[in-house]
Each structure stands twice: as structure tokens, then as C-alpha cells.
């Protein structure tokens, strides 16, 4: 089970860094991916990494903005957010997928509980 950490509130033009780790097993054999969700809107996906290369896509809203990274000596992905927007704000949900079967964050299997991100001056 994934679980994020690192939300908070941040003015507009901010930063903030959202991690996710697990416990019990190993994140770089997995395909990872950062989901939002606003208020009244759908979840929508914001970046995915892969297992294999490591090879990283965004939505078009945060591209540029948005970087994700793995640290595979602390078994963590990161999400740094730069140039906040308010559209930006939500829960963002770190979720998994063995990365042998999959390199694209399509289908999901583990999900992690959900980071608040509020962008508001």
C-alpha cells in the first residue's frame, strides 16, 4: 500500500513536495503514478514514472511545473510541484503497478490514502 506525505497549503507561485513510499515492498519494481482530485471534478492523472528506464510522462497542466523523481536508496517517488497554481489544489494519490506488466499508469493496482494540496493565498 502506498502512502503520501508532503501536502499542505501553499500560496500561489509555491512549491511543495509530495512523497510517496511503501512498506514491504521494493517502488522502483513498480510503475508509479500521481493522481488528483479536486472538489466536484474526476480524478485525473498528473505524472507516471516507470519501472523499466524510468521514463516519465505529464499532464499538459503541470508540464513544466511538475517533476517526478525516484529515490531507490529511500524506496520513495517524489513529486515536486513548483509554480503552484489554485487549480492545482486536491487530494493527489500515489498509486502502483507491478512495472513488469506495466509502463504506463493507465490501470492501477495499490493506491495510497491521499495527500491534501490546498493553493490559496
Known amino acids: 500500500q502506498p502512502v503520501e506525505s508532503g501536502g499542505g497549503l501553499a500560496p500561489p507561485g509555491g512549491s511543495l513536495r509530495l512523497s510517496c513510499t511503501a512498506s514491504g515492498f521494493t517502488l522502483s519494481l513498480y510503475t508509479i503514478g500521481w493522481f488528483r482530485q479536486a472538489p466536484g471534478k474526476e480524478r485525473e492523472g498528473v505524472s507516471c514514472?516507470?519501472?523499466?528506464?524510468?521514463?516519465?510522462n505529464y499532464a499538459d497542466s503541470v508540464k513544466g511545473r511538475f517533476t517526478i523523481s525516484r529515490d531507490y536508496a529511500e524506496n520513495k517517488v517524489y513529486l515536486q510541484m513548483t509554480s503552484l497554481k489554485p487549480e492545482d489544489t486536491g487530494a493527489y494519490y500515489c498509486?502502483?503497478?507491478?512495472?513488469?506488466?506495466?509502463?504506463?499508469?493507465?490501470?492501477?493496482?495499490?493506491w495510497g490514502q491521499g495527500t491534501q494540496v490546498t493553493v490559496s493565498s
Open positions: 514514472i516507470s519501472s523499466i528506464g524510468a521514463i516519465t
Open positions: 498509486a502502483a503497478i507491478d512495472g513488469r506488466y506495466a509502463s504506463s499508469c493507465s490501470r492501477m493496482d495499490y
